[in-house]
């Protein structure tokens, strides 16, 4: 069923429907609390997956394909169940019906006439708008709902412009600073020997190779999707870029239409093996750790008690320029339970706290 619910989901993706990694997994919970009974399977899917009623048609579609059983389909003309019916009503998703839905079963419907009009919604103020922003930004990764997740997305699109402006001014060439004598004669032979254009010289680093490691096991999935979101526009300033996702394997991943596409299989609900997906990187992908390398790591450190292996760590810590570790959890959680950050932190030239959006943009800025 696992598999099966993966290749829905990964259909709805191509079909143009966005899901991303956390949306899945909650949408994988759904269908093992409601089971295979088909409305309640459907209400379950559609109440995690469906952000915009514009997708619903597709999403019929594409459930009736994967799911229906025969003689069982919904008849023609059918109206298609309202997303947050049955399971998950109400804004919060956790099946409780908002106070409203029961004060409106018990009554009879208000004559049309007797209806009083609602006076009209005030447009927010620009302070207001600036304090939702500053709501959105510090608000912890693990306490974002799906509503809360969808309004930061243009937040954190308008911070990966951000990022991006950081480092073209970080790589481009200084318009000032110590005289570059040899540049500046060389470009004067242009206009018969007179320094029109002096040159200066800057720090101007060749560009680095990239690898990006995103835990995308439940606790950090949104982390890992807005890490790539602002990511997704750096890329252009590295040489070389490689991204990889894990849980307990290691696969290559890419970041398109703000959707997180494993290229080999993954099992999103596996148990955390840190150490397993340090052994793969170092097995399988030995040749991309070089003098030229930086090492992005986004993870919670948590290995569910199994062999952290910081030793693996420490071996491509001496074969690359850097390693950062971002860490979603707040610090006073670090090293609690099976948290095993101690083991890797020594390994690391860099460890930031990157548990909100405003966290995540400054740990970024410091690593590259």
């Given at each position: ?190 206009s018969g020997g007179v320094p029109i254009d002096p040159m200066f010289r800057t720090r101007r680093p060749g560009k680095l190779d990239l690898i990006g490691l995103c835990d995308l096991s439940h606790s950090t999935a949104i982390a890992a999707d807005f890490c790539l979101a602002l990511l ?137």
């Amino acid at each position: 069923m696992k598999i099966r619910l993966l290749d829905f989901i990964n259909q709805l993706r191509d079909a143009g429907v966005r899901a991303s990694v956390a949306e899945s997994l909650d949408a994988m919970a759904a269908a093992a609390a409601v089971g295979v009974e088909q409305e309640a399977l459907r209400a379950g899917l559609a109440t995690t997956l469906i952000k915009d009623q514009a997708d619903r048609p597709t999403f019929d579609t594409l459930f009736d394909r994967f799911f229906a059983v025969a003689g069982r389909t919904r008849a023609r003309g059918e109206r298609p169940q309202p997303v947050g019916e049955g399971i998950g009503q109400g804004e919060s998703g956790t099946g409780h019906q908002r106070p409203d839905q029961r004060s409106e079963r018990g009554t009879a419907p208000t004559p049309h006439h007797e209806r009083q009009r609602r006076p009209a919604q005030r447009e927010d103020t620009a302070a207001e708008r600036a304090a939702h922003r500053r709501r959105l930004l510090e608000l912890p990764f693990d306490a974002m709902d799906a509503r809360a997740v969808e309004e930061a997305e243009d937040l954190a699109a308008e911070l990966s412009r951000h990022l991006r402006a950081h480092l073209c001014r970080r790589y481009q060439r200084a318009p000032a600073g110590r005289l570059d004598f040899r540049r500046t004669i060389r470009a004067s032979l242009g206009s018969g020997g007179v320094p029109i254009d002096p040159m200066f010289r800057t720090r101007r680093p060749g560009k680095l190779d990239l690898i990006g490691l995103c835990d995308l096991s439940h606790s950090t999935a949104i982390a890992a999707d807005f890490c790539l979101a602002l990511l997704a526009p750096a890329t252009a300033f590295f040489r070389r870029v490689h991204l990889f996702g894990y849980v307990d394997q290691l696969v290559e991943i890419s970041f398109e239409r703000g959707h997180v596409i494993p290229h080999q299989p993954l099992d999103l609900a596996a148990r955390s093996d840190f150490g397993q997906v340090l052994r793969q990187l170092w097995e399988h992908w030995e040749p991309l750790l070089s003098r030229n390398t930086v090492v992005l790591i986004l993870g919670d450190a948590r290995n569910n008690r199994r062999p952290p292996r910081a030793d693996i760590l420490a071996r491509i810590r001496n074969r690359v320029r850097r390693v950062m570790w971002l860490n979603p959890e707040p610090r006073a959680r670090w090293s609690s339970g099976d948290s095993v950050i101690d083991s890797y932190v020594k390994h690391c030239d860099d460890l930031f706290t990157a548990g909100n959006l405003r966290e995540l943009q400054r740990a970024l800025r410091a690593a590259l």
